[in-house]
């Protein structure tokens, strides 16, 4: 199968969990490279239903080596309770299946607060986070201020740093009415006590990948959030803080691009997105109403209901060329089945001109109306289970070739349902 990495192609929520669980059969390593528990990856198998935040997916099959990469964002407590939810539901999670980079930096309470706070001064210009500490983490991690895992093994040189950082932090406080100043001793002890939980996980991740690479294991890397969510090619500011597009792989990996044999890019058959920002093909009709109930469109960290809206090529061919994808999964195409008619966005309407490419100004990609194509839906004519491509309503099949047609890229897998089964690999 060789190393392939999965990525968002829209706002993130496209499905990748799923993808990332059914690819892992065939791999050996399974590794995340950038977000936190900001990520909400849900698996369905049978009855059960797993939504893992930091933990690849790739955890629920025996005897795969799950990796949280150095370019995570890592909430130990957030991490120790994912590891006894998982044990607590019979998934044996130990350092055969699971390291942690040693350079992943930790997200402290601190950054929770000012994530917070920051949204919180923002008022209607706010980003809609998901309030997990992530943005304020990755500010500290450039800022080189940052706490890495490894610091909870060096307790003097760990105490130091956080003293110093809580006395800046402290300072901040003061001007947020209600806030309490925060106490380093009993962050300190809590992150120690937290260290010594995960100490057996903690690891040159570097080198691990590295060497199942070396030694011809299959690797999937897998991404979090999505292309338009990448804090340099997403809807700036209305992002995350982190290298969400294929280029995260390498530096949240510490692997190179010569290892990397395919790039694919989950996309909805339709396009969500949680928190602020633009969103141009976005319904706020009865269609989209439709889509967000029938598509279980809330958020599986935070429960916030998503916006829906129809299929957006200008999303897609941006995608397409910064990940530089090699194929597309598309995902709950079994959502459209009631949909009598469909349509797609080809472009946007900004004064008189007519754009292709995603606008980067955000006053432009704001002024933009979206220009659609309408194509026929196959109501009455369910694909949800249905299993092979030659099963696929003759419509359904037309809407793939539609996809590929303008994107020029192939659809490789097709996610028909909530089940891990419910899958065409083509
Ligand atoms: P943050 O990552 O919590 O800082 O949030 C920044 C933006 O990314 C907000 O619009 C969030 O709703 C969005 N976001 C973060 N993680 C996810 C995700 O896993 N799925 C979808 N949106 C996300």
Redesign the pocket.
């Known amino acids: 199968m060789g190393n392939i990495i999965i990525v968002g192609t829209q ?3 496209e499905g990748k969990g799923k993808i990332v669980d059914c690819l892992t059969e065939k791999s050996n390593v399974v590794a995340r490279y950038q ?1 936190g528990h ?3 990856h849900t698996v369905v198998i049978g009855d059960e239903k797993f939504i893992l935040h930091l933990i690849p997916s790739g955890i629920l099959h025996k005897g795969k080596m799950c990796i949280i990469g150095n370019g995570v964002v890592v909430e130990p407590k957030a991490l120790i309770d994912e590891i006894a939810e998982l044990e607590k539901r019979g998934v044996k999670v130990t350092r055969d299946n699971l390291r942690v980079s040693k350079n992943s930096h930790l997200i402290m309470p601190y950054h929770i607060l000012l ?1 917070g706070w920051k949204e919180l001064k923002k008022g209607s210009k706010k ?6 500490g ?2 304020p983490c990755y500010t500290t991690k450039a800022e080189r201020s940052g706490i890495r895992m490894l610091d909870l093994f060096w307790p003097e040189q760990f105490k130091e740093k956080l003293k110093a950082n809580i006395s800046d932090i402290n300072c901040m406080l003061e001007q947020i009415p209600g806030v309490e100043k925060l106490d380093a001793e009993l962050i300190y002890n809590d992150y120690i006590a937290y260290g010594k939980k995960l100490e057996k996980f903690v690891d040159d991740t570097d080198i691990t990948i590295n060497e199942a690479i070396k030694s011809g294991s299959n690797c999937l890397f897998e991404g ?3 292309t338009l ?1 990448d804090v340099d090619h997403g809807t700036y500011p ?4 982190s290298s969400a597009t294929a280029g995260g792989a390498m530096t949240g990996l510490g692997v190179g691009p010569k290892c990397v044999d395919e790039v694919y890019g989950v996309a909805k058959a339709y396009t969500t ?5 633009p969103f141009p093909s976005e319904l706020s009709d009865d269609t989209g109403q439709l889509l967000r109930e029938k598509g279980a469109e809330y ?1 599986a ?2 429960g ?1 209901a998503r916006r829906c809206g129809w299929l957006d090529f200008v999303v897609l061919r941006h995608a397409v060329r910064v990940n530089g994808l090699t194929g597309l999964v598309i995902t709950k195409l079994d959502i459209l089945d009631d949909m009598e008619k469909i349509k797609v966005c080809v472009g946007y309407k900004y004064g008189n001109e007519t754009l292709r490419d995603f606008p980067k100004e955000l006053p432009k990609l704001e002024g933009c109306t979206p220009v659609y194509e309408e194509v026929d839906g196959w109501k009455g004519q369910a694909t949800t289970g249905v299993r092979s491509y030659d099963k696929l309503p003759q419509k359904a099949r037309d809407y793939i070739a539609l996809i590929e047609k303008t994107l020029d890229v192939p659809v490789v897998i097709i996610s028909t349902g909530q089940d891990r089964d419910d899958i065409i690999y083509r």
């Open positions: 706002w993130g929520d977000g900001n990520a909400g994530d980003i809609g986070t998901t309030g997990r992530i943005g979090a959030q999505g969510l209305f992002v995350t803080s997105r949680v928190g602020e920002g958020g960290t935070t916030r």
